[in-house]
């Protein structure tokens, strides 16, 4: 029960495991490891479907680009839409924000924009720089959404990001759409230390077809045949879909680059060398990490 409400980061299955699990999680906070393997990220092109409505394992892809071993995911029973987490790259700690397709389409609800703001206040306040793998229609809105204070809650996600001191890496899988989008960038594809996207990636302001149905609904409607006006929709989508796909929007510098997949690991390892090297400070740099 408290796994499921987000009281518990991790559960364990007996008090070995627990101090194997805390001991991989105090071991994130103590900086890099200098051994360190990985899987094959050739795999990396073929975990998300060329279809581009059909759901994946986001979780795979997760493992596959970390450090072999390295993946300890907090909360998982808890806002199921977002996934947070730890993982190293090269050996390199990182905390990690993830969109799970396979819940709502990974749009983000109440729970998963809580989840995944206090995540980052946990990550900035002992400057571990974060991941955040993005494939999100946006928020979840809707009547069920309002009942679950989505507004005020979603505001926290939308704040703890903007206000990031740690450097922020965007990579965007497929779906890059709305608020949601910007929350998973830091506020826009510009906040980042950098903006990439796969091949499969897409952006706009809100998903592409619900986009049609609004702003071609007069055109829609006026088309009594069924059929033409499936294959007038299907037109639109696809119109709107060339112009948001990753290498038009590149094209245009809203975000940095367009990578082969396998290469991911490679372009954060060049991303984190460039960054910064945090102060070291006499006390805390924050007072304390919220508790929800």
Wanted: contains cysteine; glycine residues 10%; hydrophobic residues 45%.
């Amino acid at each position: 029960m408290l796994y499921a409400n987000g009281a518990i980061d991790v559960l364990a299955q007996d008090e070995a495991e627990a101090t194997a699990v805390a001991k991989q999680l105090l071991g994130v906070f103590q900086g890099a490891v200098p051994d360190w393997t990985c899987a094959d990220q050739r795999r990396l092109r073929h975990l998300i479907p060329e279809n581009r409505v059909r759901a994946y394992d986001i979780r795979e892809v997760i493992r596959t680009l970390a450090d072999a071993g390295s993946w300890l995911e907090l909360r998982g029973g808890y806002g199921r839409g977002m996934i947070t987490g730890f993982l190293r790259i090269e050996g390199r700690p990182m905390g990690l924000i993830a969109n799970d397709p396979r819940h709502l389409g990974g749009a983000i609800d109440a729970e998963g924009a809580e989840k995944a703001g206090r995540f980052l206040q946990l990550c900035d306040a002992f400057d571990v720089p974060v991941l955040s793998l993005c494939d999100t229609p946006g928020f979840m809105v809707g009547p069920e959404s309002e009942k679950a204070a989505a507004v005020r809650r979603g505001s926290r996600m939308m704040v703890a990001a903007t206000s990031l001191t740690v450097p922020l890496f965007t990579v965007v899988l497929r779906k890059g759409y709305g608020l949601g989008a910007q929350a998973m960038a830091g506020g826009d594809f510009s906040a980042p230390a950098m903006t990439i996207a796969w091949p499969t990636a897409e952006f706009g302001p809100m998903g592409l077809e619900g986009a049609v149905r609004l702003g071609y609904r007069k055109e829609l409607e006026a088309e009594q045949d069924p059929a033409a006006r499936q294959a007038l929709f299907e037109k639109l989508v696809g119109k709107m879909y060339e112009n948001g796909k990753a290498l038009s929007v590149a094209s245009v510098v809203e975000i940095d680059a367009v990578i082969d997949p396998m290469e991911t690991r490679a372009w954060l390892v060049r991303g984190l060398k460039a960054c910064p090297v945090p102060p070291k400070r006499p006390g805390k740099k924050r007072p304390h990490i919220d508790t929800w």
